[in-house]
């Protein structure tokens, strides 16, 4: 790996956080010798093991795979998911994983049903951290009423193994977690 050619960090400073996120305005130089001020990455504040620090997870029901179509107001437009969402502190992928299923559908399934997707880097060149994939077998109703206070969160609208395919192949306005998780998905079938 001493081939790769890296950035020097320079300095880094705080310029923003909430509960979630510290954002940083980092001073990196070039391996040509250029200063690169201010720039930016989104550190979320709680990772599991392996830098996680979200999930996405595809559930399945029937062998039929559910997403929602959420309202994003930072992009103005209605957005294509799966249940998604930050780990918690204490826990891994797998429970971050059961447990915005069963947030945002009222859905669940036997623990030995959640398929690992692998991981992906939502955007290396701002997030430091990676969002792990899943994909939730034979989902049963949890008996529980989702409310969905989620932002983004909204019915399930579920998908056949080929109209899925169509879905990746063709769909506008998917989140980027999703698009990857039904490719893999797809490719595991």
Same mark, same amino acid.
């Given at each position: 790996?001493?081939?790769?050619?890296?950035?020097?960090?320079?300095?880094?400073?705080?310029?923003?956080?909430?509960?979630?996120?510290?954002?940083?305005?980092?001073?990196?130089?070039?391996?040509?010798?250029?200063?690169?001020?201010?720039?930016?990455?989104?550190? #979320?504040?709680?990772?599991?093991?392996?830098?996680?620090?979200?999930?996405?997870?595809? #559930?399945?029901?029937?062998?039929?795979?559910?997403?929602?179509?959420?309202?994003?107001?930072? =992009?103005?437009?209605?957005?294509?998911?799966?249940?998604?969402?930050?780990?918690?502190?204490?826990?891994?992928?797998?429970?971050?994983?059961?447990?915005?299923?069963?947030?945002?559908?009222?859905?669940?399934?036997?623990?030995?049903?959640?398929?690992?997707?692998?991981?992906?880097?939502?955007?290396?060149?701002?997030?430091?951290?990676?969002?792990?994939?899943?994909?939730?077998?034979?989902?049963? #109703?949890?008996?529980?009423?989702? =409310?969905?206070?989620?932002?983004?969160?909204?019915? =399930?609208?579920?998908?056949?193994?080929?109209?899925?395919?169509?879905?990746?192949?063709?769909?506008?306005?998917?989140?980027?977690?999703?698009?990857?998780?039904?490719?893999?998905?797809?490719?595991?079938?």
């Amino acid at each position: 790996m001493s081939d790769r050619v890296r950035y020097r960090q320079l300095g880094r400073r705080l310029a923003c956080e909430n509960r979630l996120f510290n954002v940083y305005f980092d001073a990196v130089e070039t391996p040509g010798g250029e200063v690169v001020h201010d720039f930016i990455i989104v550190r #979320p504040k709680v990772a599991a093991p392996g830098g996680i620090v979200g999930v996405c997870v595809l #559930p399945e029901v029937d062998g039929r795979i559910g997403l929602m179509r959420g309202y994003r107001h930072q =992009l103005d437009d209605d957005v294509w998911q799966a249940p998604a969402g930050f780990v918690e502190p204490g826990e891994s992928a797998d429970q971050s994983a059961m447990r915005e299923l069963g947030e945002e559908t009222g859905l669940t399934c036997d623990p030995e049903n959640l398929q690992q997707l692998g991981v992906y880097y939502p955007d290396a060149g701002l997030i430091e951290g990676s969002v792990a994939l899943f994909a939730a077998h034979n989902c049963r #109703p949890t008996g529980l009423d989702v =409310l969905h206070h989620e932002i983004g969160a909204s019915s =399930l609208q579920f998908f056949e193994p080929a109209s899925l395919t169509r879905f990746v192949r063709e769909a506008e306005s998917v989140g980027g977690s999703t698009l990857v998780a039904c490719f893999r998905y797809l490719a595991t079938r």
